[in-house]
């Protein structure tokens, strides 16, 4: 069955950077775009951007454009999200999911909470 | 940059139809997605492609999408149905959710 196992909870000091791991499994890794949603307390789904494992290709949404990186390695069906200059307003429940091209998010982590704290 | 409105709120009784609402310009031109979220959980997909349901998720959920606005339609709603839901669709190569809306049954 497919799964996305995401790393656990984070605690960084404000203009630390984090990196959050999705490891995928029950499916081809290179068949799907990985995606990075967050959720801050109380508050809804907000996009960060997505990588193709097949290639490499990513897409960020313009809030985080340089502040953010994708990555994947194939060896290990894993993906990564690491965010830098942390703020106190990054704390949140970052997310992957999965997405066949511009489609569907089928499947979710379950989601790591990150809080940016002095 | 495309945006996607939905209302905040919405309270339906046991057995009622509720009506969820996302509304963006030329909306009927995309493919809509909506999520369900329950507190403390990780989002699932109850719609794609506008109104396609997944295996697994009850017939009481359909969609559709025309013009500006998508509906999420949830039929007979059940207590179990009390969640956050948020559309969802591509604009270009990015993607856009709605602001959520919380549906409360009682």
């Known amino acids: ?118 | 940059s495309y945006e996607l409105t939905q209302p905040l709120s919405l309270s339906v009784s046991p057995g009622q139809t509720a009506s969820i609402t996302c509304s963006g310009d030329k909306l009927g031109h995309k493919y809509v997605c909506w999520y369900q979220q329950k507190p403390g959980q990780s989002p699932v997909m109850v719609i794609y492609q506008d109104n396609m349901r997944p295996s697994g998720i009850p017939e009481r959920f359909s969609g559709s999408n025309s013009g500006n606005t998508a509906t999420l339609t949830i039929s007979g709603t059940q207590a179990m149905d009390e969640a956050d839901y948020y559309c969802q669709a591509w604009d270009s190569s990015n993607v856009v959710f709605g602001g959520g809306t919380k549906l409360t049954v009682l």
């Open chain 1, 1 to 118: 069955q497919v799964q996305l196992v995401q790393s656990g909870a984070e605690v960084k000091t404000p203009g630390a950077s984090v990196k959050v791991s999705c490891k995928a499994s029950g499916y081809t890794f290179i068949g799907y775009y990985i995606h990075w949603v967050r959720q801050a307390p109380g508050q809804g789904l907000e996009w960060m951007g997505w990588i193709s494992p097949n290639n490499g290709g990513s897409n960020y949404a313009q809030k985080f454009q340089g502040r953010v990186t994708l990555t994947g390695d194939t060896s290990i069906n894993s993906a990564y999200m690491e965010l830098r200059r942390l703020r106190s307003d990054d704390s949140a429940v970052y997310y992957c999911a999965r997405a066949e091209g511009y489609s569907k998010f089928d499947f979710w982590g379950q989601g790591t909470l990150v809080t940016v704290s002095s």
